[in-house]
């Protein structure tokens, strides 16, 4: 697959379309959308995005240090047109890779009870009881990573 990832930066035309992005896929089935200072307070984050042959953003991700050692796994988000493609796999395989070369041993996440075995099939673990977020079921998971 032509799948090419790297790290955007907060407030670039390529941050605006991470958002647009996460809007779609995320947010709006939900009917709700972000705040302008939900996105404020990202501009110290980690930008993961997938891009296909054309150059086109296909997938996102967001990397928020929680505590120490913890990062947290955030706005997971592949265009419909790409599911179960591998796209959504390789990107949290990448951003396992980036969080620990910032030193970060565990990852956190809160995930949608829809995309549980999603995470579980790339080695999360379910943490806890199932919890309401963004009007959804969740449930938090977690990993340790570089094992
Ligand atoms: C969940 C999501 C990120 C997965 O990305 P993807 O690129 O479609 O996933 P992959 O193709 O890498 O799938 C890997 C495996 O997980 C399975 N899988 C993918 N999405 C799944 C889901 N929602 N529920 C259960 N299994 C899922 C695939 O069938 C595949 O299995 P296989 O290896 O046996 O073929 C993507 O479908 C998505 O953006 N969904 C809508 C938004 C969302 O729910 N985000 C997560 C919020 S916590």
Same mark, same amino acid.
């Given at each position: 697959?032509?799948?090419?990832?790297?790290?955007?930066? #907060?407030?670039?035309?390529?941050?605006?379309?991470?958002?647009?992005?996460? #809007?779609?896929?995320?947010? =709006?089935?939900?009917?709700?959308?972000?705040?302008?200072?939900?996105?404020?307070?990202? /501009?110290?984050?980690?930008?993961?995005?997938?891009?296909?042959?054309?150059?086109?953003?296909? =997938? /996102?991700?967001?990397?928020?240090?929680?505590?120490?050692?913890?990062?947290?796994?955030?706005?997971?988000?592949? =265009?419909? =047109?790409?599911?179960?493609?591998?796209?959504?796999?390789?990107?949290?395989? *990448?951003? *396992?890779?980036?969080?620990?070369?910032?030193?970060?041993?565990?990852?956190?996440?809160?995930?949608?009870?829809?995309?549980?075995?999603? /995470?579980? !099939?790339?080695? /999360?673990? !379910?943490?806890?009881? !199932?919890?309401?977020?963004?009007?959804?079921?969740?449930?938090?998971?977690?990993?340790?990573?570089?094992?």
């Amino acid at each position: 697959m032509n799948i090419l990832i790297h790290t955007i930066d #907060f407030g670039t035309p390529e941050y605006d379309e991470a958002v647009r992005l996460r #809007f779609d896929v995320l947010r =709006a089935p939900l009917g709700l959308n972000y705040t302008p200072e939900q996105l404020a307070e990202e /501009y110290d984050q980690v930008h993961l995005a997938g891009f296909d042959r054309k150059g086109a953003m296909v =997938a /996102y991700l967001n990397l928020t240090p929680a505590s120490e050692g913890v990062v947290k796994m955030r706005q997971v988000a592949v =265009a419909p =047109a790409w599911h179960g493609k591998g796209v959504g796999s390789m990107l949290v395989a *990448e951003s *396992e890779k980036t969080a620990l070369s910032l030193g970060f041993s565990i990852m956190t996440l809160h995930a949608r009870e829809t995309a549980v075995s999603f /995470y579980e !099939r790339l080695g /999360y673990s !379910r943490v806890g009881e !199932r919890f309401e977020e963004v009007t959804i079921p969740h449930f938090k998971m977690e990993k340790t990573l570089g094992r």
